[in-house]
T-cell receptor, first 113, second 111 residues
Framework: SAVISQKPSRDICQRGTSLTIQCQVD?????MFWYRQQPGQSLTLIAT?????????ESGFVIDKFPISRPNLTFSTLTVSNMSPEDSSIYLC??????????FGPGTRLTVT | GQNIDQPTEMTATEGAIVQINCTYQ??????LFWYQQHAGEAPTFLSY??LDGLEEKGRFSSFLSRSKGYSYLLLKELQMKDSASYLC????????????WGLGTSLAVNP
């Protein structure tokens, strides 16, 4: 199993600003993922954070808007840049292989005003 | 396209049995997950089915039929704490391998 922490747990931000979300895992993991969950919606994968290389982004998400860092095997950050109210959502990091259980962090609840 | 369908909401009574269905149409299939998500919390893993049939784990069971593109989650002896959203997710190991998530079924367990 893996224990994941995220910071901040919630934030209220003004449009046009940026927020960096941190994800810390208690053990070394190969695969880390960033998801978005908007109210009443499903989990949407933003990107896979790769250690030592650029993140792999899903369709509809770009590096300029959601830059990701993965400096080591236990830590990653997701930045939500130039925010708009449409970015209001819960952002979740998770770890795990595709064919096994994924462990999720507690989430970061972001409100953009 | 890729599509996963689940009922939006279900209601059941404490002590009863409830079945939550999930149908999927995906370009590839390499397994199906069920997760539980309580309000304001992160999803937690319940089950993973790769082969057809029923997998039982305590009060929870999950069934898969690959030929029908169908799965269900069966919850027995319902407890109030089972009130949560239940998410179905399909793993597709194709060229763009990833998990495809359903919208989730919100289950309310009443006394």
């Amino acid at each position: 199993s893996a224990v994941i922490s995220q910071k901040p747990s919630r934030d209220i931000c003004q449009r046009g600003t940026s927020l960096t979300i941190q994800c810390q895992v208690d053990s070394q993991v190969t695969m880390m993922f960033w998801y978005r969950q908007q109210p009443g919606q499903s989990l949407t994968l933003i990107a896979t954070a790769n250690q030592g290389s650029e993140a792999t982004y899903e369709s509809g998400f770009v590096i300029d808007k959601f830059p990701i860092s993965r400096p080591n095997l236990t830590f990653s950050t997701l930045t939500v840049s130039n925010m708009s109210p449409e970015d209001s959502s819960i952002y979740l990091c998770s770890v795990g292989d595709w064919q096994s259980e994924q462990y999720f962090g507690p989430g970061t609840r972001l409100t953009v005003t | 396209g890729q599509n996963i369908d689940q009922p939006t909401e279900m209601t059941a009574t404490e002590g009863a049995i409830v079945q939550i269905n999930c149908t999927y149409q995906t370009s590839g299939f390499n397994g199906l997950f069920w997760y539980q998500q309580h309000a304001g919390e992160a999803p937690t893993f319940l089950s993973y089915n790769v082969l057809d049939g029923l997998e039982e784990k305590g009060r929870f069971s999950s069934f898969l039929s690959r030929s029908k593109g169908y799965s269900y989650l069966l919850l027995k002896e319902l407890q109030m704490k089972d009130s949560a959203s239940y998410l179905c997710a399909v793993y597709n190991a194709g060229n763009n391998r990833k998990l495809i998530w359903g919208l989730g079924t919100s289950l309310a367990v009443n006394p």
